[in-house]
């Protein structure tokens, strides 16, 4: 025998072999159509019996193997069935011939056959034959399994016959010699009388009833004969024949043990009842011992009586250990015969099969490589490629998984062998697929995403290029360019530096006919590839949604709950809803995107290639949302490390935008990477709100940008920074231009500023401006322009400290609030030579020139368009860099009384620090040069203060307010009224710019009481004419002149009575006062006057008369009378003005 049959098992041995074939031209469709019904009836119940046959179907089987049909009966044909078409009945006697043709091919050992006539009419079809079966057309033939089950049943009665004519042989009737092909010719000549001669007989005949039970469906009896025929072939040697003894008690006890089947190929389960006794099925265990045979349960025409004593000694079925054990020991008799190779084989396949439900993988493993080295003829390239199959197939099923990936794949390179005319590059392809498994290789990337490598790298990158080069082959470059790609994405941590430029040169060779996809490929046969996405080119390790920058972050207006405040829910804190925010807030992040607007995220990537990585038409892949994805191109250098990348698109529609991943263009295979099948990416989550659009508003101004850039303790963020350098004082105009540069109106527009904390003390408004005019021109349709105007006034303290200067003297004067005896006339000069000489005290006068810096954030809160009907609005910052540079200094100030006592002279001196020639100028006064560095004095008449008018804060009246917080609110008003009077001014002429000094914060308590009205005013008249030091009061010689004195309380108290002198004197000029003037000047009536008491803002007068006796210039001193009422009062409040009269000649 040399075709072995590598599907065979054991329980193939209990079968009946119908070989079923077409006779004449039938379509192969057609064939096995019928096949498969004819395959449908592959087991049989006997009538009035507990029996059951078993068919073994073949449409090609070798007629030298049924040569073989005595040595085991399972391999002889005993049925024919054929299958034609006949059109016309003159074809029939041909068909019939054929038919006839094809039963002497079997004929020695055919039981029965069958012809099977198909498309025939008319009378020929209508005469009965046994042996023949007329239908009308294959789909008119319901009866075919009817007619199957009858031919069953003739083979039965046949093959019964048979064993009962062997098994009934007498001892004495001479019994056949049962050969194999090959042993014909050894036995001519033997001596047939011997003893030995006989009992080889007699062994090999028990082994082939124990053969014809078996298929007969006599398990016990069959167990009974193989018993009897190994002990009776093992006393003469007969090591071939005892072989197939024990294979025959191997495949019953199989049959006994694994009712199931062992090759997984046969039809219904054989159940234990169908062959054998009741009782002894119960008694059956999966792995128990041997079990005696009762003789009485046998059958009266199954065994010869005479050996019911030797029946009862036998052993009946083998356990399961046994049957490995009887196995091996049947392979090494076969072993001994070198024509007994297929039969050595098979039996090994058997074996196999058995261990294999055994789970004995590493004993079925012995047989396999036992099976491997079998030495058979030369084989065919078909053979040995159905060898290697099978060998695979059954590494496969014990459980040895790359063992048989190595088969499959040695089957694969034999069909492409080089003595192959046409190499079956397909097959090969498909063998290869095959091989996938056992070598932990799956064609699916993701499967390469969990946990470490599995399997042999350099062996699975052998696999993944034999693949590409039979796609190749197979003129299928979509096929070599998936399997590329799968080789670079997967394999890249184990391919050396030249075979990553090989296998991207390939890619690079195949892509331009036929690019990389993202579609599945779908085999032939089924089988799908899916698509591979290059995760690891560039190689992707974070990913970070990134907020819009801050001029255009969208913010939400705060309605009065409250931002953050759910109405879902009724209760104040509920875990569940704590824990769905939990997990919301991992995915959904806490900004927002705008619709219209460009959005990015940012990748941080690196390029793992030795060489320069060129990514193409890299862009996000969203869901949600209609977004429109700008694709960018980069170039990354060889193993380049982290790499950040930023991708963009333009959401189009408002909702929730998830980013999945992004897709890319590398050596022409397009891929989508998903984020979730990205290994150890970092992600701050995905998701983000995408709301509806708001207008976009770009500012301009007139001041260059600055250098420096603020950073606000708020976190805010500033998108432009402009700067400004300003002589202290100076005021300069700022023009804002606005434009609209989205795509939707600006409706509404705020402007707020915020002036950042400075050591500085700021005088005054900083940042002032105007936005109605402005406004008026709202909406602001996208593309128009609006202006506005910002006053940028930088007023710092104007005080320095008097030890950085040297003083500058006050010449003798003193400084009092109390009236001199004769008024102020003296003109401040220049004091140039006061400057210091050293340069010690020079460096320290340099100090005073150092710049100052003010820095303010102007916010722009605008909105407008369908984003302002949800609420949202935009937060726009121009940060303002303000250099402030010294002006003037005042370095002290003092007051000295003039000759009224409603006015004083306020005295400042006054520092250039600039380097420049500078004017200082007060309202109603000349202007004051003064060169670079020079320090002069003013002197600045001003009309004395009712501080008590100034308005009181809100704050002062509350009884909670500080009192030293109160009484510096009091003093910065006072100064700021004082400022206002006083309205000093400088000037450089040089650079045509100008700014105002102010006096607020110099002032100490002593100057503010100098500059302040006292309390009780007091005014003289004379003549009806208010009199003061400064003007005289022209009177006549001769004439009586009214003098009257007025009190107005302006104290929050009552105050008085006052008694009052009036004494008369004359100044001499030259410090001499006469008071003698008894004959000059004459009282009418008493000198002394009287005044009541005077409520708070009440007013009280006396009245007198004076008569000058001769012309002069006289003084009036008016003197209080001390007592205990004017004793209450500070002296300041008794500051009478003197009275200067001038009497005259009357004229005639």
Known sequence: MSVPDYMQCAEDHQTLLVVVQPVGVVSEENFFRIYRRVCSVSQLSLRDSQRALFIRYRHHYPPENNEWGDFQTHRKVVGLITVTDCASPGDWPH?????QVQKELYGATLYDSRLFVFGLRGDVAEQPRPDVAFYPSYDDCASVEKRIEDFIESLFIVLESKRLDRATDKSGDKIPLLCVPFEKKDFVGLDTDSRHYKKRCQGRMRKHVGDLCLQAGMLQDSLVHYHMAVELLRSVNDFLWLGAALEGLCSASVIYHYPGGTGGKMGAPRLPGNSLPSEAANRHRPGA????????????NGINPDTSAEI????NCLSPEDIIDKYKEAISYYSKYKNAGVIELEACVKAVR??????????????????????????????????????????????????????KRVAAMQCVAPSIAEPGWRACYKLLLETLPGYSLSLDPKDFNKGTHRGWAAVQMRLLHELVYASRRMGDPALAVRHLSFLLQTMLDFLSDQEKKDVTQSLENYTPKCPGTMELITLPDGFVLPPVPFTKLPIVRHVKLLSLPASLRPQKMKSLLGQNVSTKSPFIYSPIIAHNRGEERDKKIDFQWVQGDVCEVQLMVYNPMPFELRVENMGLLTSGVEFESLPAALSLPAESGLYPVTLVGVPQTTGTITVNGYHTTVFGVFSDCLLDNLPGVKTSGSSVEVIPALPRLQISTSLPRSAHSLQPSSGDEISTNVSVQLYNGETQQLVITLENIGMEPLEKLEVTSKILPTKEKLCGDFLSWKLEETLSQFPLQPGKVATFTISIKARLDFSCQENLLQDLSDDGISVSGFPLSSPFRQVIRPRVESRPANPSEGSKAGDLSHLKTLEAVLNFKYSGGPGHVEGYYRNLSLGLHVEVEPSVFFTRVSTLPATSTRRCHLLLDVLNSTEHELTVSARNSEELVLHASECQRMAIQVDKFNFESVAESPGEKGHFANPKQLEEERQEARGLEINSKLDIRWRIPSLKRSGEASVEGLLNQLVLEHLQLAPLQWDVLVGGQPCDCEVAAACPVGDPVSLEVRLTNRSPRRVGPFALTVVPFQDHQNGVHNYDLQDLISFVGSSTFYLDAVQPSGQSACLGALLFLYPGDFFLHIRFHEDSKSKELPPAWFCLPSAHVRALEARA
Request: no cysteine; proline share 1%.
């Open 289 to 300: 011992q041997e079990v005696l045979i009762d003789p009485g349960a046998l059958t009266t």
């Open 312 to 315: 009862g000694r036998a052993k």
């Open 95 to 99: 068909t019939l011939e054929k038919f």
């Open 354 to 407: 058995v261990l294999a439900i055994q789970k004995r993988s590493m004993e079925a493993s012995e047989f396999l490589q036992n099976a491997v080295y079998i030495n058979l003829r030369q084989l065919s390239e078909e053979e040995k490629i159905q060898r290697y199959s099978i060998l695979s197939e059954l590494y496969e099923l014990i459980g040895f998984h790359r063992k048989s990936a190595f088969f």
